[in-house]
Nanobody, 126 residues
Framework: QVQLVESGGGLVQAGGSLRLSCAAS????????MGWFRQAPGKERELVAA????????YYADSVKGRFTGYRHHAKNTVYLQMNTLNPEDTAVYYC???????????????????WGQGTQVTVSS
């Protein structure tokens, strides 16, 4: 069992930045692919970034490439999502998720992930 707790959400103006954190506890953290997802009202949950178990490779959705950076700190059992140049379309509840890597670099579908955090709200005002 892996427990995930997100933090760092909030209200920010367009063009601003936020850094989300996801602290993991329970089983060993290092063997898991970590995903950041978001869900806006009335929309499906979508992948934002997927970070390989080693942290050496990260997949990004096209909508956030060049603006968001996902990374992990193994010693702290924490994964981060640095979000820059935010715009109102980034407004959503952001979730982190974990999936045992099983030899895969990333998982990009929400139903592939086993463990989920409770989510943190990010609101970007125009």
């Amino acid at each position: 069992q892996v427990q995930l707790v997100e933090s760092g959400g909030g209200l920010v103006q367009a063009g601003g930045s936020l850094r989300l954190s996801c602290a993991a506890s329970g089983r060993t953290f290092s063997g898991y692919v970590m995903g950041w997802f978001r869900q806006a009202p009335g929309k499906e949950r979508e992948l934002v970034a997927a970070i390989s178990w080693s942290g050496g490779s990260t997949y990004y959705a096209d909508s956030v490439k060049g603006r968001f950076t996902g990374y992990r700190h193994h010693a702290k059992n924490t994964v981060y999502l640095q979000m820059n140049t935010l715009n109102p379309e980034d407004t959503a509840v952001y979730y982190c998720a974990a999936k045992w890597s099983a030899g895969r670099t990333w998982y990009v579908r929400s139903y592939d992930y086993t463990y989920w955090g409770q989510g943190t709200q990010v609101t970007v005002s125009s």
